[in-house]
């Protein structure tokens, strides 16, 4: 599985936004869902926001819920994955990753299992 390249993290402070991207390979036969996941320094990754395929079902984790927007755009013959970030917290601050998953993928809920094509991440960082 191709590793998915994040940007679009930066400092900035609570109440302010950002907006995630990422290239989706929403469109190959083998992507079933997509989603953004975050990591905090010495915690485990979490699911944060994902979509399936044809952007017919999303699904947040209650934290972000109301704040953040996960969606799907393409243009130009290009595929891209975004998180639209409002309203942001200090404990939003982490290292954000896209990813990709098959037919084990869910939308919804709180499981990682099943997504892969972890890239390097970007980090948001909020200062209160």
């Known amino acids: 599985q191709v590793s998915l390249v994040e940007s679009g993290g930066g400092s900035v402070q609570a109440g302010g936004s950002l907006r995630l991207s990422c290239p989706a390979p929403?469109?190959?036969?083998?992507?079933?869902?997509m989603g953004w996941f975050r990591q905090p320094p010495g915690q485990e990754r979490k699911k944060v926001a994902a979509?399936?395929?044809?952007?017919?079902?999303?699904?947040?984790h209650d934290s972000v819920q109301g704040r953040f927007t996960i969606s799907i755009s393409r243009d130009n013959g290009k595929t891209t994955l975004y998180l639209q970030m409002n309203g942001l917290k200090p404990e939003d601050t982490a290292m954000y990753y896209c990813?990709?998953?098959?037919?084990?993928?869910?939308?919804?809920?709180?499981?990682?299992?099943?997504?892969?094509?972890w890239g390097q991440g970007t980090q948001v960082n909020v200062s209160s």
């Open positions: 990813a990709s998953g098959g037919t084990q993928c869910r939308v919804n809920g709180e499981t990682i299992d099943g997504y892969g094509g």
């Open positions: 929403v469109y190959s036969g083998e992507t079933y869902c």
């Open positions: 979509i399936g395929r044809f952007s017919d079902r999303t699904w947040y």
